[in-house]
């Protein structure tokens, strides 16, 4: 839970890795966990960072195809919950089987002072996702929203942040503003390059001709990003891939959103499997556990991952419900 409601502001699952696990993890020791389940769980949880808007891998889809940011964020909602869910249930049933530790339950009056503590924080959840969702500014806008927030409550409510360390956060934020700009540059002369030569188009021909259909190619598409995951990380195989596939799953009459989320999902599981999950190596960073040790603690609910895959690639209801119920598609 604590990771999907982080995931609605952060975007990143990384990020998400390291925010609830830098906290949780060793909490979860001390309360007697055992360091494999912890770690399985904030690995695999800290991906709902991607899927459960706002979502960095989805606006880089957006780039790439020309697909609606608002559209995508929706189709994020219902997936991203189910998904939630689903990791909750592994999570509970393990529990319960090797009868680990409960905490003490909390009394009415320790959930209120919490909670008002909490508030503030919590907050910049609606300020982003209402804001968005209600059209009173864009993804965009609501970045800016939220970065001026969040400096409000950590200076002035918070006080986590002096004065003197806003120099030094605008200069991060810059270097990875930077970054990412050069990556969504190349990206946008990748696609350029490919529709020139008509790649796309002649890829397009030859998949129908040979007779694939959209059960067909949606599998291939997995496939192919699975094995994507194994090399590459998230932004890079959605703007190298997106182009490619995009056109002729338009031509079988795939719905771009829904796409758009099956390929999320994949960059989800791609996360946390080896050899270049980035959740791994953000979890090994914190946990101080070897790569191959960290991929057996987390297969249970990388299982469960997949078969959610299964789930959202053959039903497209779960992506596009939503979107379409709000008028955005």
């Excluded at 969504?184 to 129908?208: H, R």
Aim: with cysteine; proline share 6%.
């Amino acid at each position: 839970m604590a990771c999907a409601l982080f995931a609605a502001v952060s975007g990143s699952s990384p990020a998400t890795v390291v925010a609830i696990g830098s906290i949780l993890l060793p909490g979860m020791i001390k309360a007697g966990f055992p360091m494999k389940f912890g770690a399985g769980v904030i690995t695999t949880s800290g991906a709902l960072g991607i899927l459960i808007p706002p979502s960095i891998v989805m606006v880089m889809y957006s780039v790439a195809t020309n697909t609606s940011v608002g559209a995508l964020f929706m189709a994020g909602v219902i997936p991203g919950l189910i998904l939630a869910t689903m990791l909750g249930g592994i999570t509970w049933y393990r529990a319960m089987k090797f009868d680990y530790p409960r905490q003490p339950k909390a009394s009415w009056l320790e959930r209120l002072r919490t909670f008002r503590k909490a508030v503030w924080g919590l907050m910049l959840i609606i300020v982003v996702m209402g804001g968005i969702y209600s059209g009173v500014f864009t993804p965009t806008e609501a970045a800016a929203m939220s970065a001026v927030y969040a400096f409000f409550v950590s200076v002035f409510v918070y006080k986590d942040l002096t004065l003197k360390d806003v120099p030094k956060v605008l200069l991060s934020s810059a270097n990875m503003s930077a970054m990412l700009l050069y990556i969504i540059t190349n990206a946008v002369m990748f696609s350029f390059i490919l529709a020139n030569e008509n790649i796309p188009q002649l890829l397009t021909d030859w998949l129908i001709d040979k007779g694939l259909g959209q059960i067909a190619f949606l599998f291939a598409v997995n496939i192919l990003l699975l094995m994507a995951g194994n090399f590459m990380e998230p932004s890079s195989i959605m703007l190298i891939f997106a182009p490619i596939v995009f056109p002729v799953a338009m031509k079988l009459g795939i719905d771009p959103v829904h796409l758009g989320i099956l390929m999320t999902v994949n960059m989800e599981v791609g996360m946390c499997h080896p050899p270049v999950g980035l959740n791994l190596y953000v979890a090994s960073g914190l946990t101080k556990m070897g790569i191959t040790e960290l991929t057996v603690a987390v297969w249970p609910w990388l299982l469960t991952m997949l078969v959610f895959l299964i789930g959202v690639t053959y039903w497209p209801t779960m992506s596009i419900w939503l979107p379409k119920a709000l008028g955005m598609m």
